[in-house]
T-cell receptor
Framework: DGGITQSPKYLFRKEGQNVTLSCEQN?????MYWYRQDPGQGLRLIYY???????QKGDIAEGYSVSREKKESFPLTVTSAQKNPTAFYLC???????????FGQGTRLTVV | GEDVEQSLFLSVREGDSSVINCTYTDSSSTYLYWYKQEPGAGLQLLTY?????DMKQDQRLTVLLNKKDKHLSLRIADTQTGDSAIYFCAESINQGGKLIFGQGTELSVKP
């Protein structure tokens, strides 16, 4: 089955730690995106990559980093510089057709 | 700039029609989407419309686009309790391009 997978589903981070969220797709899509979801604010774009080995900052990139070494994978690192990281993180993989936009099931990150 | 606005809440009775509204500011938006999010889950693409269309119907879903007013709506006929979710409107300038989302409308369906 083709799809997009995020892991883990739940993640807990201590103050000062970096954590990495995984996003993998086997849809052969070039474009992948990371969004952050907070209640009442919709989805805000963190980073995106439209081709391997290239990525761009979104609207709220500060405190986050990404890599795109493989087409299938677009991991997001939440660094200690992100002061308010508790949120629901969604990864998307988008193809060339208008209906080829798929989201993972999300990772809920909580700072403890 | 790019901005998408939605009202935050809508409550309807089972069997009624639901209409969720969305406005956007970017006149170069080419694709407009409706996504559904159930609690604790990712987003599921419901339907989309190209900017050169006025209407698109897909079973119980009808999308209306008023390009002049930059207004998009999603009508759900015969709303069921299983339709309770958050509905997001999104725009994109091109295929494969980044999606700009509204805040989401929480639809509550009462029996």
């Amino acid at each position: 089955d083709g799809g997009i997978t995020q892991s883990p589903k739940y993640l807990f981070r201590k103050e000062g730690q970096n954590v990495t969220l995984s996003c993998e797709q086997n849809l052969n899509h070039d474009a992948m995106y990371w969004y952050r979801q907070d209640p009442g604010q919709g989805l805000r774009l963190i980073y995106y990559s439209q081709i391997v080995n290239d990525f761009q900052k979104g609207d709220i990139a500060e405190g986050y980093s990404v890599s795109r070494e493989k087409k299938e994978s677009f991991p997001l690192t939440v660094t200690s510089a992100q002061k308010n990281p508790t949120a629901f993180y969604l990864c998307a993989s988008i193809g060339t057709a208008a209906d080829e936009a798929f989201f993972g099931q999300g990772t809920r990150l909580t700072v403890v | 700039g790019e901005d998408v606005e939605q009202s935050l809440f809508l409550s309807v009775r089972e069997g009624d029609s639901s209409v969720i509204n969305c406005t956007y500011t970017d006149s170069s938006s080419t694709y407009l989407y409706w996504y559904k999010q159930e609690p604790g889950a990712g987003l599921q693409l419901l339907t989309y419309i190209f900017s050169n269309m006025d209407m698109k119907q897909d079973q119980r879903l009808t999308v209306l686009l008023n390009k002049k007013d930059k207004h998009l709506s999603l009508r759900i006929a015969d709303t069921q309790t299983g339709d309770s979710a958050i509905y997001f409107c999104a725009e994109s300038i091109n295929q494969g391009g980044k999606l700009i989302f509204g805040q989401g409308t929480e639809l509550s369906v009462k029996p």
